[in-house]
């Protein structure tokens, strides 16, 4: 009897899956916080790494612990986000006159994004980050100088950030939504440099930044109703700290302007502390994104100097070319 050549048969024998598994003398401990409280992680920020974009950006938080080659599972996750920009275009001619900008906003994590796996159709969680997202732009976008037009953001999350430490036995944090709130504020700031590169008229560069209210077991700088001590931090990575509430928002430095906040959790008396230091988060991220831009527009400038500059040239030597008539 012939084999079927057109499937890929198991094996003759039974087999027995691999299990990666760490060795009984290697210890695992949670990852703590070697930050300041107000300190912020390092960002990598870069803008047109899509070129068949309108506008174009990628946003890294690489983990700032080295990787323990013990074990196969990293202590804490990083956070890396693309962001393209399509238009403005114009809308379909059956579409209703609009005299500003449409803003659509899509975001979707990618399937090996966190440590389970997600689907391919959106779900509501990413639906939730979306709308945050466009209540964040739609004050930053000058809409009235592209009437009937409509501009599309979308937003895909390489990898998130965990709700929790994983090695606590509940999964990745119980989905609690903490790791959230830094893909939001990542999702601000990834945006915000991809509307610059792509040319839109903004108010202002527009940054996200989270901050949290985090319990500890010694010192803090307040009580919580429970008892325990509480700090405020900026930046948090949910693998570190056991989190109380969070606030993320989108902050506009130039206007003093909030045009999106999101909370999580029991602050308590805390409330507007903990905005205020969210603000001071977006502050931070708000240095690194201008120095991004910066960095894009002197490229930008460099190359369209060049070209201008071999035009030139090539102009004139056309000019300087004697014609010879032959007859």
Known sequence: MQADRRRINGPPAGTVPPIFAASKKVKIEQPSRHRRPDEHRKIFLQTGVVPSASGSAYYEIPPHLPPNNAILVPAQSSLKITCTVHGPRPLPRNAAFSPNLLLTTHVKFAPFATRHRRGYVRDAAERDLGVH??????????????????????????????????????????GSG??????????????????????????????GGVAALVREDEGGDGRGRDGEAAQMVLDPAPSEHDVKAACVVAYLQSRDEITELWM???????????????????????????EAVKESVEIKMSKALETEKVNGELASGKENKDVVMAG
Not at 133 to 150: H, Q
Not at 178 to 204: E, K
């Open 264 to 290: 999580k959790g029991d602050a308590g008396v805390q409330t507007e502390t903990l905005i205020d230091e969210a603000v001071k988060a977006a502050n931070l991220t708000r240095s690194v994104l201008a």
């Open 178 to 207: 903490w790791g959230m709130m830094g893909v939001l504020a990542g999702c601000v700031s990834v945006a915000s440099a991809a509307l610059v590169d792509a040319g839109i008229d903004c108010v202002d560069l527009v940054s």
């Open 133 to 174: 997202l466009e209540t964040a732009l739609r004050g930053v976008l000058i809409g009235e100088r592209w009437p009937k037009s409509g501009v599309e953001i979308v937003v895909t999350v390489l990898e998130g950030e965990e709700d929790g430490w994983w090695g606590r036995g509940r999964g990745d944090g119980g």
